[in-house]
């Protein structure tokens, strides 16, 4: 199996200000990486998603950059904070073995 | 069309009955289908894989019709602690590893 870790829990941020949410993962070598947001009563949309060290897919045009310095790290970054921005953050890892999607706990990103 | 519908409820239901939740799926080439639970404020957990022959774990039972591409959920003899959302997932058009979710559909069990 896959555990997840993510910082911080939760995060106010002002409008215009930068951002970078980690996730580290540990488990099975080479994971499949994502990141979604789930808006208020809204669904998880993928934003991001890796296959290896440097490899980054983009699924939505947006403000928001992902990069993957390491197997088991996952960064979200933004240079300059939105409103539409708030949400809940997850990080997510593919299991091979298990066939499964497991989540880490989130971050719930205010932007004010 | 969304790729992943599903009637967002609530459903109320008092404890021990049984509740039945649908969802549909737009593509056809799909292969994996996935029952995820969310409980308020938390991270989706994985409740249980679909299997195209139906499949069973204690209340839980969950069935595939991949001619009229839905999926279903039947949880008997509910608990209070069922209460929560369940997300209905499917893999997307690019692969088994890119999941596709559901909006999800709440469940409110009452004593």
């Known amino acids: 199996s896959q555990t997840i870790h993510q910082w911080p829990a939760t995060l106010v941020q002002p409008v215009g200000s930068p951002l970078s949410l980690e996730c580290t993962v540990e488990?099975?070598?080479?994971?499949?990486l994502y990141w979604y947001r789930q808006a208020a009563g809204r669904g998880l949309q993928l934003l991001f998603y890796?296959?290896?060290?440097?490899?980054i897919s983009s699924e939505v045009p947006q403000n928001l950059s992902a990069s993957r310095p390491q197997d088991r790290q996952f960064i979200l970054s933004s240079k300059k904070l939105l409103l539409s921005d708030s949400g809940f953050y997850l990080c997510?890892?593919?299991?091979?073995?298990?066939?499964?999607?497991?989540f880490g706990p989130g971050t719930r990103l205010t932007v004010t | 069309r969304k790729e992943v519908e599903q009637d967002p409820g609530p459903f109320n239901v008092p404890e021990g009955a049984t509740v039945a939740f649908n969802c549909t799926y737009s593509?056809?080439?799909?292969?994996?289908f996935f029952w995820y639970r969310q409980d308020c404020r938390k991270e989706p957990k994985l409740l249980m894989s679909?299997?195209?022959s139906g499949n069973e774990d204690g209340r839980f039972t969950a069935q595939l019709n991949r001619a009229s591409q839905y999926i279903s959920l039947l949880i008997r003899d509910s608990k209070l602690s069922d209460s929560a959302t369940y997300l209905c997932?499917?893999?997307?058009?690019?692969?088994?590893?890119?999941?596709?979710f559901g909006t999800g559909t709440r469940l409110l069990v009452s004593p």
């Open positions: 593509n056809s080439a799909s292969q994996s």
């Open positions: 997510a890892a593919w299991d091979s073995e298990s066939y499964e999607q497991y």
């Open positions: 997932v499917v893999n997307g058009p690019a692969g088994f590893q890119k999941l596709v």
């Open positions: 679909v299997y195209s």
């Open positions: 488990g099975t070598s080479n994971p499949n």
């Open positions: 890796s296959v290896g060290i440097g490899q």
